[in-house]
Antibody, heavy 121, light 107 residues
Framework: QVQLVESGGGVVQPGGSLRLACEAS????????MHWVRQAPGKGPEWVSF????????YYPDALKGRFTISRDNSRNTVYLHMNNLRSEDTAVYYC??????????????WGQGTMVTVSS | DIQMTQSPSSLSASVGDSVTITCRAS??????LNWYQQKPGKAPNLLIY???TLQSGVPSRFSGSGSGTDFTLTISSLQPEDFATYYC?????????FGGGTRVEMK
């Protein structure tokens, strides 16, 4: 079935870096835009980044620009999130999600199981 | 950036009750509003997109309405599996801003 599997989470010290990966299966990955969304413990989801299917266009919230970078490798059916200069407030479960555009609305219809990132000394 | 505000933040209800959750956008987003259900330890699950269209497989007891800045999610007859947290998300741009969530608890 359609599936997204994240990996790469773990414990990192403040100021450190981490690269998350999300591998897709059972759909034509190269045809779909993708997102990363995070969720801090006890909080709601927070959108982190978006990348077009061909990798040419990327979006980030202003608060994360410059520290987070999204990329993808369509030959590997994988989207990545590179995170630099990590802070305690970046501690969260990080999800990748498939973009779903229907009736003019941008939505996220398939989500991975998430990978936990803990920023702590 | 568009801000999304949900109310209430939590509610208590019984099986069979009808419940309504509201979501307000800080600026007009036409009908581009999506709703998700999330259960503990799981990823959010898309329920409704474009304000009122049910995602495939979602029971018809879920319904959505609204346009512009004000939207509602209604569960017409609450079932045991519906106790969860619900989030709205603005769908007018690729930056997917979410609301703060509404936790539906068993009374």
């Amino acid at each position: 079935q359609v599936q997204l599997v994240e990996s790469g989470g773990g414990v990192v010290q403040p100021g450190g870096s981490l690269r998350l990966a999300c591998e897709a299966s059972s759909f034509t990955f190269s045809s779909f835009d993708m997102h990363w969304v995070r969720q801090a413990p006890g909080k709601g989801p927070e959108w982190v980044s978006f990348i077009r299917s061909d990798g040419t266009t990327k979006y980030y919230p202003d608060a994360l620009k410059g520290r987070f970078t999204i990329s993808r490798d369509n030959s590997r059916n994988t989207v990545y999130l590179h995170m630099n200069n990590l802070r305690s407030e970046d501690t969260a479960v990080y999800y990748c999600a498939k973009h779903f555009y229907a009736s003019g609305s941008y939505a996220l219809d398939i989500w991975g199981q998430g990978t936990m990132v803990t920023v702590s000394s | 950036d568009i801000q999304m505000t949900q109310s209430p933040s939590s509610l208590s209800a019984s099986v069979g009750d009808s419940v309504t959750i509201t979501c307000r956008a800080s600026q007009t987003i036409s009908k581009y509003l999506n709703w998700y259900q999330q259960k503990p330890g799981k990823a959010p699950n898309l329920l409704i997109y474009a304000a009122s269209t049910l995602q495939s497989g979602v029971p018809s007891r879920f319904s959505g309405s609204g346009s512009g800045t004000d939207f509602t999610l209604t569960i017409s007859s609450l079932q045991p599996e519906d106790f969860a947290t619900y989030y709205c998300q603005q769908g007018s741009s690729p930056g997917a801003t979410f609301g703060g969530g509404t936790r539906v608890e068993m009374k």
